[in-house]
């Protein structure tokens, strides 16, 4: 599977765009870009995925670079209630298990 | 819809005993997988159940068991419990999107268990 690399940490101000990266140089054609956030010690929260095409859903837009190597997920008006830890995966099609990272624990300011 | 639910929510036992966690997949959902989430560290695949059967598992000792239910409901067995099995324990369910493509998973809140 290929690997993710995300940002430690990040602090974005209330109501303000939060711009989630995560690189995935060695993505193959068959691999999915999924996140996930987790809010303090509860189950990781679905948010968005992607293959090739940039995606939007009522949570947050996923927009994925042309060669694939990175991508960036965007929350339009970061909320405190969006303090989390973030979680960039990639996963072929046919791996039906997630391996996790150490996420971007993103902090949203008043 | 009913998410997926996990239970107990909180687990106490001691060392050398035995652990029964259960899940609860949403409506629909055929395959169960289980992870492990010990403190200050990331989630670790545990198994994957998919009608009936195990499908895969991760890098985790024998003692690390479960079985899925015809409803699709699942349990995870700790046996012979030892100090670093303390930890969050997360269940979540497989929603199949399309051909092609894997699944999407959706996580219940967890069952915390506390090795003594």
């Known amino acids: 599977d290929a690997k993710t690399t995300q940002p430690t940490s990040m602090d974005c101000a209330e109501g303000r765009a939060a711009n989630l990266p995560c690189n995935h140089s060695?993505?193959?054609?068959?691999?999915?870009v999924y996140w996930y956030r987790q809010i303090h010690s509860q189950g990781p929260q679905y948010i968005i995925h992607?293959?090739?095409n940039n995606e939007t859903n009522e949570m947050a837009s996923l927009i994925i670079t042309e060669d694939r190597k990175s991508s960036t997920l965007i929350l339009p008006h970061a909320t405190l209630r969006d303090t989390a830890v973030y979680y960039c995966i990639v996963r072929p099609y046919n791996n039906n298990d997630m391996r996790f990272g150490a996420g971007t624990r993103l902090t949203v300011k008043p | 819809e009913a998410g997926v639910t996990q239970s107990p929510t909180h687990l106490i036992k001691t060392r050398g005993q035995q652990a029964t966690l259960r899940c609860s997949p949403i409506s629909g959902h055929t395959s169960v997988y289980w992870y492990q989430q010990a403190l200050g560290l990331g989630l670790q695949f545990l198994l994957w159940?998919?009608?009936?059967?195990?499908?895969n598992r991760g890098n985790f000792p024998p003692r690390f068991s479960g079985r899925q239910f015809p409803n699709y409901s699942s349990e995870l067995n700790v046996n012979a419990l030892e100090l670093e099995d303390s930890a969050l324990y997360l269940c979540a369910s497989g929603s199949l999107q399309s051909v092609g493509a894997p699944d999407t998973q959706y996580f219940g809140p967890g069952t915390r268990l506390t090795v003594l």
């Open positions: 992607g293959l090739k």
């Open positions: 159940y998919d009608e009936g059967e195990e499908r």
């Open positions: 060695t993505i193959s054609g068959n691999e999915y």
